[in-house]
């Protein structure tokens, strides 16, 4: 069963918080990143960081989604919960191997925001 994140606050319901985040997740282009925070910015709940992530933790299975381009807003892999019904394996160190895949470099386990950050253009980019 899949977990629901909960609405994060203002006008938007749940279902459309997620809805919105997925969209703009799909935009993020190979070899760029995006941060929690931003993504929730651009979903229509600018303090909703969190729910982001949350949003993450459910998304459907099969569903495609470069998950792995979304990063904290210090550059940095985010630490996840440890889930019985995870594969062997730090979904960290995944999430970095298809980063470094789509030449996204790191120093010292950071991402240079300043180089790799996904910026949609203001005029056209918008859903």
Known sequence: MQRQ????GGDLDGATFRARVYAWIRRIPPGRVATYGQIARLAGAPRSARHVG???AGVPRGMELPWHRVINAQGRISHRAPSPSRAVGSPERRQRRLLEGEGVRFRNGTVDLAQYRWEPAADHDRL
Request: hydrophobic share 45%; glycine share 0%; proline share 29%.
């Open 5 to 8: 994140s909960p609405a994060p």
């Open 54 to 56: 949350r949003a993450l």
